[in-house]
């Protein structure tokens, strides 16, 4: 059988599969077709497609099937890539309409289905369905089994290496799925799965394939919560299990071990209802995500709001005080040589907002702020309803009440992005910071935007344009809403453009100047208030 597997790029609350991340669902999906005995397996992304005008090439005879990979329930800004749209599965069904096409991943949490002849529909896990499909058996659309999952994680290693960043390619790592706290936040699908937890010793052996397969960067990603990890669900305190530092160290020993040379190990989602009302087992944790990761990592707390009667309306995780309580834990345990700082992430949409939420919300982060914490990330996005969860079924409001809402939201955001993130990315990138390893990844004009390798890694902009994925080193001059401004390491002088000096604080009038000069020296910027912060990086 000849299949391929179109990466139509996922994002979700436990997943991102957008370059340079590759995500769980593509590999396993890969390693099922593979496990099942396909003859042929092949992989393409979704902007490759567009660029085909959406037609699959094989040669003779076509795809005997295909797997779309999608489903985006938590939409954003991206720079490595556009998710694929609705519309264009269907452009694909009919392009090639010789080919199968099974679509899963998130997708199946969209009330969106699709009625061509030869699209496939599923509806619980795609991996289990391709098995199945590519074995020749009638496929009954269910849940994969651990033990299927452990042998498709391994087997699906091989496909990283047609990923078009490849080297460069941030692999997502499942350690669990479902959500360990006794209720669930209102808007989240997590809690519509059982709670899974692998092993530390199942986790390092994927690892160690995707190591063999070159993969050096890996985000421990795909869990509603990461100090959850090998809990035994035994012990309670407010509907959360107390977490459990053993299986965590195991964890990370044996990927080091596994990936010695590694150059990423980040994570993603904690809950902070967990550290509130565990600190001392969560200091142990932080501790050891703090030893073992490497540097720019960041813990994204659920807050979700602000507002006690949100809070209690939508089952979220923690109350304000027990946020701030494990912003204080990820701060002072997560310092060591800068591994990991906490992340907030809010969501607009929520029942029972109203005006003063958006006021609590941004409060509650000025307080942060004022108490010289550090907030690596703020993260403020848009309610997306999906099927499976407690809000499924429910109606976004609209009318005059809704847009002056939305008018308040959107005030109070800008609020926060200047007088929030600003303050706080100046903190974790003071001005002379070196970036090393930033890939640029598209131009705006005679401006390159570039970012490092990581989890929610910052934008860096840089006033001159670079080909895409060429990799640097930058010196931070300036800052943006929600990124940076960077000059290219070491910066030659003598090749400076108008553009770049004006950049650099305190030159933006006497640029013009210095372009005269018949030559531009290290004394023409020492009156810049940055200059004893970036001379060293003056060629």
Not at 61 to 72: E, L, R
Request: net charge positive.
């Amino acid at each position: 059988m000849k299949f391929i597997v179109i990466d139509g790029y996922v994002d979700e609350p436990t997943c991102l599969g957008v370059p340079p991340y590759i995500s769980t669902y593509v590999r396993y999906t890969a390693g099922a077709a593979r496990s099942a005995g396909a003859g042929q397996i092949e992989y393409i992304t979704i902007e490759d497609l567009r660029k085909a005008d959406y037609l699959l090439k094989s040669g003779e005879g076509g795809f005997d099937a295909a797997a779309i990979v999608a489903g985006n329930p938590v939409p954003g800004k991206y720079l490595g890539g556009l998710p694929i749209r609705n519309d264009e599965i269907g452009k694909i069904a009919q392009r090639n309409n010789k080919t199968a096409f099974l679509v899963g991943g998130p997708i199946r949490f969209s009330p969106v289905k699709y009625r061509l002849a030869n699209i496939v529909n599923i509806g619980l896990d795609i991996e289990s369905y391709v098995y199945q499909y590519v074995s020749g058996v009638i496929p009954d659309d269910r849940l994969r089994t651990p033990e299927e999952l452990e042998i498709f994680s391994r087997a699906g290693a091989f496909i990283t290496r047609f990923h078009p960043r490849y080297p460069d390619v941030i692999a997502e790592i499942e350690t669990g799925r479902g959500c360990p706290r006794k209720s669930h936040c209102s808007f989240c699908v997590e809690g519509s799965y059982k709670v899974e937890c692998r092993t530390p010793e199942a986790v390092i052996a994927e690892i160690a394939e995707l190591r063999k397969e070159g993969i050096v960067h890996f985000r421990l990603g795909k869990q509603a919560d990461f100090y959850a990890f090998g809990s035994e669900l035994k012990e309670w305190k407010n509907g959360f299990p107390r977490p459990d530092s053993r299986p965590v160290r195991r964890l990370y020993e044996g990927i080091r071990s596994a990936v010695p040379d590694l150059k990423t190990l980040h994570l993603d989602n904690v809950n902070p209802g967990t550290i509130s009302n565990f600190p001392d087992e969560s200091i142990k944790i932080t501790e050891i995500i703090s030893e073992f990761n490497t540097a720019g990592d960041v813990a994204a707390l659920g807050m979700e709001s602000a507002d006690p009667a949100v809070i209690e309306r939508n089952c979220l995780k923690a109350r304000p005080e027990e946020v701030m309580r494990a912003i204080e834990i990820i701060n002072t345990a997560g310092k060591k040589e800068g591994k990991i700082l906490p992340g907030v992430n809010l969501i607009r949409g929520l029942p029972g907002e109203t005006k003063e939420t958006f006021r609590m919300n941004y409060e509650f982060l000025i307080n942060v702020l004022d108490s010289g914490l550090v907030l690596r990330r703020i993260n403020i996005r848009q309610l997306k309803l999906s099927a499976g969860t407690g809000m499924a079924g429910s109606r976004p409001s609209s009318g005059k009440s809704e847009k002056v809402l939305d008018a308040v939201f959107r005030n109070y955001r800008e609020k926060i992005r200047k007088e929030v993130d600003i303050p706080m990315i100046k903190k974790v990138f003071p001005a002379g910071t070196l970036i090393s390893d930033v890939i640029v990844e598209a131009n705006r004009g005679d401006w390159s935007i570039a970012r490092p390798i990581g989890t929610y890694p910052i934008a860096v902009n840089i006033p001159e344009k670079v080909k895409t994925l060429t990799k640097l080193s930058v010196f931070i001059i300036g800052y943006r809403e929600r990124s940076l401004v960077g000059l290219p390491c070491p910066f030659a002088l003598e090749k400076a453009t108008l553009q770049e000096l004006r950049q650099i604080p305190g030159l933006s009038k006497k640029a013009g100047e210095l372009m005269a000069q018949e030559s531009i020296t290290r004394e023409d910027l020492s009156f810049s208030p940055i200059y004893e912060q970036i001379k060293e990086y003056l060629k």
